[in-house]
């Protein structure tokens, strides 16, 4: 397994335009995390899955950002109507939860950037 | 709430000398902690984590951090920095892994 994969790595899109980003987990993996971080900020969480179920929303999340994860292996991020504000790089991380909190492992990110 | 404070922006030290990072956090019970690592253009990587039991928790590349409940504290700690430990370090805590805003570590050889 070559660990988390994203796709694509960079995107840039004109304001007013949907984007998507695509996150494969770790196979074994039942947990699916998304993060958004800007230059010189830590990670900020977005949204999580146990399988498929999505089982927390940030409250700064907006209506224009959605997740899936239909069959509880990959996952897409779709931001719709981006604005400037959205640009920033989005990370997606994988984890075995047994119960207890797994180590995440992270992606290499999707770079945003909206002009 | 869930909540991460890390009050140093920026740190400096000389390599050889010894090193602390502090973390206080928010949070409603037994909290799950880590410190993870980002070096410039690659990827996060955990350092170590703590969920129960022994406070003094050790970690890779030297690091170990001490949990204490009365102050709400996590902070990292490394006895003689390596001029490869500069990087940006981010305390995170809870199920959601909600992370702090980072401090960076600059080495001066």
């Known amino acids: 397994d070559t660990g988390v994969s994203q796709d694509p790595r960079h995107k840039i899109t004109k304001r007013g335009q949907n984007v998507t980003f695509r996150c494969d987990p770790i196979?074994?993996?039942?947990?699916l995390y998304w993060y958004r971080q800007t230059l010189g900020q830590g990670p900020e969480f977005l949204t999580y899955?146990?399988?498929?179920?999505?089982?927390?929303k940030s409250r700064l999340l907006s209506d224009r950002f959605s997740a899936e994860r239909p069959k509880g292996s990959f996952s897409t991020l779709e931001i719709q109507r981006t604005e400037q504000g959205d640009s920033a790089m989005y990370l997606c991380?994988?984890?075995?939860?047994?119960?207890?909190?797994?180590?995440?492992?992270f992606g290499e990110g999707s770079r945003l950037t909206v002009l | 709430a869930q909540s991460v404070t890390q009050p140093d922006i920026h740190i400096t030290v000389s390599e050889g000398a010894s090193l602390e990072l502090r973390c206080n956090y928010s949070?409603?019970?037994?909290?799950?902690l880590f410190w993870y690592v980002q070096s410039p253009g690659q990827g996060l990587q955990l350092l170590l984590k703590?969920?129960?039991?022994?406070?003094l928790v050790q970690g890779i590349k030297g690091f170990e951090a001490e949990f204490k409940r009365s102050q709400s504290s996590f902070n990292l700690r490394k006895p003689s920095v390596h001029w490869s430990d500069a990087a940006e370090y981010f305390c995170?805590?809870?199920?959601?892994?909600?992370f702090g805003t980072g401090t960076s570590l600059t080495v001066i050889p």
């Open positions: 899955f146990q399988n498929e179920a999505q089982l927390e």
């Open positions: 995170a805590v809870g199920n959601q892994f909600y």
């Open positions: 703590y969920f129960s039991g022994d406070t």
């Open positions: 991380a994988s984890s075995w939860d047994r119960g207890i909190v797994g180590e995440l492992f």
């Open positions: 196979s074994e993996h039942n947990r």
């Open positions: 949070y409603g019970a037994t909290p799950y």
